[in-house]
């Protein structure tokens, strides 16, 4: 069955050297039929600079998209709170379109941007869509006639903790009871992405939705409505990305939902910091008409020279019990293979 690599945020600023990011991962990506990354820089050049005061990630359009190609990535998301403004969505797109690699998330307007990206391997079509939570809240969002991303809409309230549902909750006669955050995805957005992922499975043998969501360590409840919906419409994996954390994992109605894969390639971002040891996972998966089957997980870190590098699984105890814990908690199961995480029920 085809092999399908499934990976968090790719960040390029201030990659100079095309064959650095993948040299170490390189051979196991391109041995992969298929590999989809959530790409967390724009393909452009700022005509008039830029400075790392101001927001905005930036990579050189010809080495970061040779490194894309280097690495055996086919396909990226572009719904994500780095993805924005006119000239630079429109120019890294049209990089990635010179170069042949399929994108969906980022368009000239809504209907582009709510596109899916296919394509075909193995005899299969797979079918990707991506959609972010975490957006700014001007000139981001696509509209009917307006260059943006793909969003979900989520909405947050406090809630005063009248009812003890979790052992650690004071009870609520004490002053400075902190409140429960509540969480949940805007109706119309959630009808329309899964209006999108039931379209994009009657041409699709593999549908996989792709969103940019999170705040830290923990899965929010509108996370949940979310990839829980979009295997409801017919999705056959949700992979998430955005907090620069590795989440739990669950597997619903024989599905699995990598909640957060964590940063995959991310040297430099905000404010030009340099962030050479955050953890991710590589989710790979054998995908056939059947749907997804043999999900598994390993870690990842990027070193100082922006190398992305395999990890030891006995190196990683630490997160490996808090996943373990986590994805407990949703009735999934990890069994460690040497340094492999596989999930089932």
Same mark, same amino acid.
């Given at each position: ?5 499934l990976v968090g945020d790719? @960040? ?31 393909? !452009? ?34 719904? @994500? ?13 049209? =990089? ?52 943006g991303i793909a969003v ?36 119309? !957005? ?17 549908? *996989? ?9 923990? *899965? ?24 620069? !954390?590795s989440l739990p994992v ?22 030009? =910091? ?28 990027? @070193? ?42």
């Amino acid at each position: 069955m085809p092999s399908l690599i499934l990976v968090g945020d790719v @960040n390029l600023m201030n990659v100079a050297d095309a064959g650095v990011p993948f040299a170490r991962v390189g051979e196991t990506l391109r041995s992969a039929d298929l590999v989809f990354a959530n790409l967390e820089c724009l393909l !452009y050049e700022p005509p008039d600079g830029h400075t790392f005061e101001h927001e905005g990630f930036f990579a050189d359009p010809e080495i970061a998209g040779e490194a894309l190609q280097t690495g055996g990535i086919a396909a990226v998301g572009l719904a @994500n709170n780095v993805n924005y403004g006119t000239a630079a969505i429109s120019a890294s797109i049209g =990089r990635l379109d010179r170069i042949g690699i399929r994108h969906a998330g980022a368009g000239a307007d809504l209907a582009t941007a709510r596109s899916p990206a296919i394509v075909e391997r193995g005899g299969l079509c797979v079918g990707f869509l991506q959609r972010s939570s975490v957006y700014w809240p001007t000139n981001h969002e696509a509209g009917a006639h307006g260059c943006g991303i793909a969003v979900i809409r989520g909405h947050t309230a406090y809630q005063v903790p009248a009812h003890k549902i979790r052992p650690e909750i004071p009870p609520m006669n004490r002053p400075g009871v902190p409140p429960i955050v509540v969480t949940w995805a805007d109706r119309e !957005y959630l009808a329309a992405f899964a209006a999108d992922i039931a379209s994009l499975r009657r041409e699709a043998d593999i549908v *996989v939705a792709s969103c940019h969501w999170g705040l830290g360590e923990e *899965v929010l409840d509108y996370m949940t409505e979310i990839a829980h919906a979009a295997i409801e419409a017919g999705a056959d994996i949700v992979i998430g990305h955005g907090p620069h !954390y590795s989440l739990p994992v669950e597997i619903y109605r024989c599905k699995p939902i990598f909640y957060g894969l964590g940063s995959f390639s991310f040297h430099t971002g905000h404010g030009g =910091r340099q962030h050479g040891d955050w953890i991710g996972m590589m989710a790979q998966c054998e995908i056939g008409r059947g749907g997804a089957s043999d999900a598994r997980f390993r870690f990842v870190r990027h @070193n100082t020279h922006n190398e992305t590098v395999f990890c030891a699984i006995a190196d990683e105890g630490a997160t490996l019990d808090r996943i373990t814990d986590r994805s407990a908690r949703l009735k999934t199961r990890l069994t460690v293979e040497d340094d492999w995480v596989r999930i089932g029920l």
